[in-house]
T-cell receptor, first 112, second 114 residues
Framework: GNSVTQMEGPVTLSEEAFLTINCTYT??????LFWYVQYPGEGLQLLLK?????DKGSNKGFEATYRKETTSFHLEKGSVQVSDSAVYFC???????????FGKGTSLLVTP | GAVVSQHPSRVICKSGTSVKIECRSL??????MFWYRQFPKQSLMLMAT?????????EQGVEKDKFLINHASLTLSTLTVTSAHPEDSSFYIC??????????FGPGTRLTVT
């Protein structure tokens, strides 16, 4: 069945450091891939998405590329800020474009 | 962006009682709503998908008689946990979407059954 595996946290970085959060998936067909972010006390917010192989999703300085050959969708940001501290979820979705399978989430703490 | 609310945000109930959680789309009509459950340090697990005006579709292993879902209007879905037990304690999250639109998540409801 479909599943998502993402790196365990917590991840602690200094401000302006480079961020990578790994995500790999198992799926049949051609799913959409998502990254969601959850700030403390808030609901999940869509950060970025990609709907087909080699697509790159980007938003707020974050990027992730849909790699079918490695079944990966790693999240990257070149220079993190304290305000990026949150929990990040990788998710796999249906072809209709909604998220159904989530990874366990990776907590990111960025220190000044 | 669109807003989805959940009520209550936290609830504590005694074992054997039933609890209702509401999920509302505040500024759009949600033809489809989803209910998820999240255990500590675990991923969100999809429990059921509900379309307005029809019966919910439950994921394998989710008891439909225990987790009653009603999606009576385009802005409201309710999840009722019947005869709750301590093992039902969890974080319940809903999401809502309109046709051809993205999915928006609520802030979640923390249920504690004593």
């Amino acid at each position: 069945g479909n599943s998502v595996t993402q790196m365990e946290g917590p991840v602690t970085l200094s401000e302006e450091a480079f961020l990578t959060i790994n995500c790999t998936y198992t799926a049949t067909g051609y799913p959409s891939l998502f990254w969601y972010v959850q700030y403390p006390g808030e609901g999940l917010q869509l950060l970025l998405k990609a709907t087909k192989a080699d697509d790159k999703g980007s938003n707020k300085g974050f990027e992730a590329t849909y790699r079918k050959e490695t079944t990966s969708f790693h999240l990257e940001k070149g220079s993190v800020q304290v305000s990026d501290s949150a929990v990040y979820f990788c998710a796999l979705g249906s072809n209709s474009g909604y998220a159904l399978n989530f990874g366990k989430g990776t907590s990111l703490l960025v220190t000044p | 962006g669109a807003v989805v609310s959940q009520h209550p945000s936290r609830v504590i109930c005694k074992s054997g009682t039933s609890v209702k959680i509401e999920c509302r789309s505040l500024d759009f009509q949600a033809t489809t709503m989803f209910w998820y459950r999240q255990f500590p340090k675990q991923s969100l697990m999809l429990m059921a998908t509900s379309n307005e005006g029809s019966k919910a579709t439950y994921e394998q292993g989710v008891e439909k008689d225990k987790f009653l879902i009603n999606h009576a209007s385009l802005t409201l879905s309710t999840l009722t946990v019947t005869s709750a037990h301590p093992e039902d304690s969890s974080f319940y999250i809903c999401s809502a979407k309109a046709p051809q639109a993205e999915q928006y998540f609520g802030p979640g409801t923390r249920l504690t059954v004593t």
